[in-house]
């Protein structure tokens, strides 16, 4: 994570993004349908792989702030 709004995600329910922060789109993307499909098929897609490419980002970024977000505490 890497700005303030990234930092107060990982504590609380937090829905502000910066459009100039890797961790703010890694977490923007990971609270996606296009990541929960991935995450519930458990195989990257070609939908998701081109936003991954367009926001140039992998899939371990977007995994990372997916688990830090509080946002999916108690959440499978």
Known sequence: ???EA???AT???WSVFMSNC???QARMLSRSTH???VKRNQRLDTVYQTALDQLGLTHKEVKEAWNSDAINRNTN
């Open 1 to 3: 994570m890497t700005c």
């Open 6 to 8: 990234c930092t107060t």
């Open 11 to 13: 504590q609380k329910s």
């Open 22 to 24: 890797r961790g703010c």
């Open 35 to 37: 990541f929960n499909r």
